[in-house]
Every structure is written in structure tokens, then in C-alpha cells.
């Protein structure tokens, strides 16, 4: 695992990325790359049916409690990977375009936000390990003013892009957390809204948008409905 893998700034903990993405450096949307060595292994753990099942799990509850948008993630996801064979989803059917791995052994974040994301998008993250989250490992939310407790096996939809989150200490150095953490990069939005280019491309080629950023923003927000359109959606 490269000194990347540990040193970044959310924490001291390895972590991995895998998927689809664009920003970084990147000149097009392509897949994140690996070594062989850890390429194999990262679809070893994707390939597993505990894995899948957890992934999937966040993806379903994204469709069911922010179905319009989960609809704009599917959809645009959809449109790259039709347009370039050579991108891999993570899970089959799942709409989030990239997913990261906080190994542990404690993945405990700092106070961040993850600006690279869609900024009314929704990012799943699901707590995995061995520890006692009565006494440690809550997720802070801190512009909501909430501590939650946030048990093994719980998952939760934040649009992380903009609020600023972090994780309480685990009680005992002999506990184990780790975290299953499933995005999409903004820039992936912003790639597929310029007709598939970059945003240079587009604008030297004469492009301009269909939307302004207040509409961009306002349009993005009405994705999330709200509680009397989810009730009414369902049976």
C-alpha cells in the first residue's frame, strides 16, 4: 500500500478508493487505477456476497428515500459508462460511481467535508468493525449540532459535500472500526453536462450552459423532495 494510502486529510487510517471518477489530474473519466496486487484484491472484496449485499443495501435505500435523485446519479452513470465501455462500476445496478475503503484499524475522520462531491448529492457511508458504539465511534455532524451513535453494520445518507462530519475516538485501543464509504465526484456531473468533455473543452468549442449555477443548485435540491412526495410515493 503507497504512502498515499495512509497520509491524507481525513485521518491517519489506510485507506482505498475504487470506481469511476474525474478530478485530481485526471484528463477524461476514467477508472481509478490500482497495482495488479491491489487491483486483485479490491475485486476479490467486491466480488464477495457480504460486500455486495452491504453496497447494495446503501444504494437501495438511496433510491427508496431520495428517488429523483438517486434517478440523476443512475441515469448519468448510465450515459458514461454507454459512451465508454472501458468503465467499471463497482456493483452491478449500484448508482454510486466510487467507493472508499477506510481500513482501520480504528478509521476515525477528522472534521471534513468532501467538497469533491456533487453538493446536494448523497454519500452512504456504512460503519463496519468490532467496537461498543455507546462509548465510542459516533458520527458528528457538527453544522446539525448532532452526535449519533453509529453501531457496526449502520448505514446513513449525508450529503458530505457540505456538511462537515467526523467520528468520536473508540473507547479501547483493542476495538476495531472501518468504514464502507459509496460517492459520486461532482466533477462526473459537470463532465456529462459539458457533452462528455471537460469544462475547457467545451467553452473553447463555444459551448455555454443551459442553466446558471443558482438554477443548477435550485434544481439540484428539488431532487431531494420532501417528506409529503415521499409518503405519496408510497403505497
Known amino acids: 500500500m503507497s504512502k498515499s494510502h495512509v497520509q491524507h486529510r481525513r485521518s491517519n487510517f489506510a485507506a482505498v478508493a475504487s470506481g469511476i ?7 477524461r473519466v476514467g477508472n ?28 437501495n435505500s ?34 454510486f460511481a ?22 446536494w448529492g448523497m454519500c452512504a457511508i456504512t460503519a463496519l468493525g468490532d467496537f461498543d458504539p455507546t462509548r465510542g465511534g459516533h458520527l458528528i455532524l457538527w453544522d446539525l449540532h448532532l452526535i449519533i451513535e453509529f453501531p457496526p453494520g449502520t ?13 468520536a475516538p473508540l473507547a479501547s485501543p483493542n476495538e476495531h472500526r472501518y ?12 463532465w456529462a453536462e459539458c457533452g462528455h468533455q471537460t469544462q475547457k ?6 459551448g455555454v450552459y443551459a442553466q446558471t449555477g443558482c ?3 435550485k434544481r439540484g435540491v428539488g431532487m431531494l423532495g420532501i417528506w409529503d412526495e415521499l409518503k405519496a410515493s408510497r403505497p
Do not use: E
Open 201 to 206: 473543452q467545451f467553452r473553447s468549442a463555444g
Open 98 to 119: 466510487c467507493a472508499t475503503w477506510n481500513l482501520g484499524p480504528q478509521a476515525i475522520s477528522y472534521v471534513h467535508t468532501d467538497h469533491l462531491n456533487l453538493p
Open 179 to 190: 468504514a464502507l464509504i459509496q460517492y459520486s465526484a461532482g466533477g462526473l456531473f459537470r
Open 155 to 167: 448505514t446513513i445518507l449525508i450529503p458530505s459535500a457540505i456538511l462537515r462530519h467526523s467520528n
Open 215 to 217: 438554477q443548477r443548485w
Open 32 to 59: 481509478l487505477a490500482h497495482s495488479p496486487y491491489n487491483a486483485a484484491i479490491l475485486d476479490a472484496v467486491k466480488q464477495s456476497t457480504a460486500m455486495r449485499r452491504i453496497a447494495n443495501f446503501a444504494n
Open 21 to 27: 471518477s474525474f478530478g485530481g489530474g485526471q484528463q
Open 62 to 95: 438511496f433510491r427508496l428515500f431520495f428517488p429523483k435523485l438517486h434517478h440523476f446519479y443512475d441515469a448519468t452513470l448510465d450515459a458514461l459508462c454507454s459512451r465508454d465501455p472501458s468503465l467499471q462500476r463497482n456493483f452491478t445496478g449500484n448508482a
